[in-house]
């Protein structure tokens, strides 16, 4: 029996992941269309004053990202635990929750990557000034990692549920409230000039200390999803 | 020995008859501790001198808040144990704790804003430590919902020692994001409602309703363990020949 390097198995499971997803393509878009089109009701629900669009701007986009995440995730291990996929993975050599990670990172790709890409255009609609749509960009790059990452631990609890949908959201969103708060309260600084420094180094903390726990939760969480 | 206590503990049947012993004592202990803290704090303890009689709501709302953050603990500590040594009591304790610890993350939330109107004369204000509770709220539901969700109990029970310790692992970090927020969007003088060295007579019936309810807690859990246990265990043999001799 051949033996696989780990290095090998994460990029082989990336790779197959990211194929998968680009067969269909047009769940790629759904994410992000879903992010415009929550992002275009709000002016619509409080109405077009300038000003109130620019105030509530930020939260805007945040919150609009956060429902997008969360409504992408349940297809994070859905196929593969349908066909059995998962239980293989599961059995193999390699720890799992480096396997895990390469899932997410594959599902960070397809679903929280093209949030960062629309992310200027919903700026320019929410009247976001140019000076603040880099820190808008560079806290959800730093900011849709995280929520990926510990979306992936609700997930891996619910996968074996048949409505596991509203559960889902019960679980993740309570957890997202940092990543939220800084995300937003980093734009708003950036709006009004001052440094964003403090936000961006805590989110980017966020993002390695979820990096380093959530495989694990995860992978836990699979195993007793699985027995 | 505390091998011994731990193993026996660890059987359904041995910790059912304990803790059926157990349960008057912590009740009528309760009843003892409750009856004399509510009467020291509404009726001896003198009137605030800013809020008046208002503030007596505290007896309650206090204790409470404690207890929503000291029953997550044991949760998460139970449930880590769970996790680790697959005692099954410890799974039995995250599970029966749930419910008893969103009844006291809602009443602490509720006797809050009864006291907020008032004072601050709204019922609900973005405050740290109100927003905080609220999410502590959400993340109780949340553990119900999950358990309540999974068919097999051992395996919910699993699933949910997870989610308690992901929980507690995140909730310092909810709680100084909240403060952080909190402090930018709202001038803080408002809403601190600060504990300078507080008098001996307010003191005392604040103690005693915090231990009278973690009595409370410490009875119900135990009362609901033993429902669990008599459920999870109902074709073993020692459960039904109970259930026999009680039908006689």
């Known amino acids: 029996m051949s033996t696989l390097s780990l290095t090998s198995a994460f990029s082989l499971l990336l790779k197959r992941d990211l194929v998968l997803a680009y067969r269909r393509r047009s769940e790629l878009i759904n994410p992000m269309l879903f992010f415009v089109l929550v992002t275009a009701m709000f002016p619509l629900g409080i109405g077009n004053d300038p000003k109130?669009?620019?105030?509530?701007?930020?939260?805007v986009v945040w919150v609009a990202a956060l429902l997008a995440s969360l409504l992408s995730l349940d297809s994070m291990f859905?196929?593969?635990f349908e066909d059995g996929s998962l239980e293989q993975f599961m059995l193999s050599a390699h720890p799992v929750s480096i396997l895990v990670l390469a899932k997410i990172l594959a599902h960070w790709l397809v679903t929280g990557l093209p949030l960062f890409i629309v992310a200027p255009l919903l700026a320019v609609l929410l009247n976001i000034p140019a000076s603040a749509i880099p820190t808008l960009m560079l806290t959800l790059i730093l900011g849709t990692p995280v929520?990926?990452?510990?979306?992936?631990?609700g997930v891996a609890l619910t996968v074996g549920l048949r409505?596991?949908?509203v559960i889902l959201s019960l679980l993740v969103l309570p957890l997202y409230v940092p990543v939220l708060i800084f995300g937003t309260d980093a734009v708003k600084t950036a709006i009004i000039g001052i440094p964003t420094t403090a936000q961006i180094s805590i989110l980017g903390a966020m993002l390695v200390g979820s990096l380093v726990l959530a495989p694990m939760a995860t992978a836990a969480s699979l195993r007793i999803s699985l027995s | 020995m505390i091998?011994?206590?731990f193993h026996q503990m660890g059987s359904p049947r041995y910790f059912y008859n304990v803790a059926g012993k157990l349960v008057p004592w912590f009740m009528v202990s309760f009843l003892i501790t409750l009856v004399f803290g509510l009467y020291y704090g509404l009726f001896v303890a003198p009137p605030d001198y800013q809020q008046g009689e208002s503030y007596r709501i505290m007896y309650i709302h206090v204790p409470s808040a404690w207890m929503s953050m000291f029953i997550y603990v044991v949760m998460a500590v139970s449930g880590l144990i769970s996790l680790v040594w697959r005692i099954k009591m410890t799974e039995i304790v995250v599970i029966s704790s749930a419910a008893v610890g969103a009844s006291f993350t809602f009443?602490?939330?509720?006797?809050?804003?009864?006291?907020g109107k008032p004072m601050w004369g709204t019922w609900w204000v973005w405050d740290a430590r109100l927003t905080s509770e609220l999410i502590l709220l959400f993340l109780y539901l949340g553990i119900i919902a999950l358990h309540s969700a999974i068919e097999d109990k051992r395996v919910a029970a699993r699933a949910v020692s997870i989610l308690a310790l992901v929980g507690v692992v995140n909730i310092p970090i909810i709680h100084y994001s909240v403060e952080w927020w909190n402090t930018l969007h709202q001038p803080a003088s408002v809403t601190k409602f600060d504990k300078?060295?507080?008098?001996?007579?307010?003191?005392?019936p604040l103690l005693t309703m915090a231990i009278s309810f973690k009595l409370y807690y410490g009875a119900v859990v135990l009362m609901r363990a033993r429902a669990e246990i008599v459920e999870r265990e109902r074709n073993s043999r020692w459960v039904q020949e109970m259930v026999e001799q009680e039908a006689k």
């Open chain 1, 52 to 59: 109130l669009i620019e105030a509530v701007g930020p939260g």
């Open chain 1, 78 to 80: 859905r196929s593969d």
């Open chain 1, 147 to 153: 929520l990926s990452l510990i979306g992936s631990v």
């Open chain 1, 163 to 165: 409505r596991g949908g």
């Open chain 2, 3 to 5: 091998i011994r206590f």
């Open chain 2, 107 to 115: 009443l602490a939330l509720a006797t809050g804003s009864l006291w």
């Open chain 2, 196 to 204: 300078p060295s507080m008098d001996i007579s307010m003191l005392i």
